[in-house]
Every structure is written in C-alpha cells, then in structure tokens.
Nanobody, 121 residues
Framework: QVQLVESGGGLVQAGGSLRLSCAAS????????MAWYRQAPGKQRELVAG???????NYADSVKGRFTISRDNAKNTVYLQMNSLKPEDTAVYYC???????????????WGKGTLVTVSS
C-alpha cells in the first residue's frame, strides 16, 4: 500500500504564507505525477498545481505567481508554497500522486486525507 500524509495547513491572515507538505510512504515502486487539489465548501474539487517526475509544473490560473509546487524525489515528498494568500484560497487541500506500488502492474491515483487551509480577511 501507499500512504500519504499531509501537513502544514492552518489559519493565516490574508497576505500571509503557508507551506504544505505531503510525504508518501509504503511499498512504492515509482512516482510519476504529484499534485495538489483543493475543495472549498459547496464547490467541486479543483486542481491547484501539478508537477511531473521531470519537474514540469502547471498551475491553476487563480494561483499563478503566488503558489509554487516542488518535489523531493529522495523523500517522496511534494510541497506547495503558498504566498499572498487570499480568503478565496480557503479550502481543504488534498495531495494526489500517480504512483506504482511494488506489486502493481500499472500506475494508479493515490489521495491524502486533506489538510484545511483557512485564510481570514
């Protein structure tokens, strides 16, 4: 199995910063794409940022220039640095990996349980 543990969420004032981390553990053969999604109350889950195994990144338009995704392959960890936070960034943030477990024949998606980010105005 592959387990994901997120950390770094919390309460911050508008304009502030937070850094989210997501560490993967377990019987991992390889990790392809790593990403962060978020879901605000009453809204659908949306992609915030993604990063490939080669380091290519993509971002939602709403966070471009404010958020930065990065990964440490040696630690099987993905990070999301969030700067200039706005109240509309308030959501539960979920880590997502496309990975292959040791005994698996192919990749599959794995999800963390989520970490709450609250931005006060």
């Amino acid at each position: 199995q592959v387990q994901l543990v997120e950390s770094g969420g919390g309460l911050v004032q508008a304009g502030g910063s937070l850094r989210l981390s997501c560490a993967a553990s377990g019987s991992i053969f390889s990790i392809n794409r790593m990403a962060w999604y978020r879901q605000a109350p009453g809204k659908q889950r949306e992609l915030v940022a993604g990063i490939t195994s080669g380091g290519s990144t993509n971002y939602a338009d709403s966070v471009k220039g404010r958020f930065t995704i990065s990964r440490d392959n040696a630690k099987n960890t993905v990070y999301l640095q969030m700067n200039s936070l706005k109240p509309e960034d308030t959501a539960v943030y979920y880590c997502n990996l496309e990975a292959r477990a040791m005994w698996a024949a192919s990749n599959r998606d794995y999800w963390g349980k989520g970490t709450l980010v609250t931005v006060s105005s």
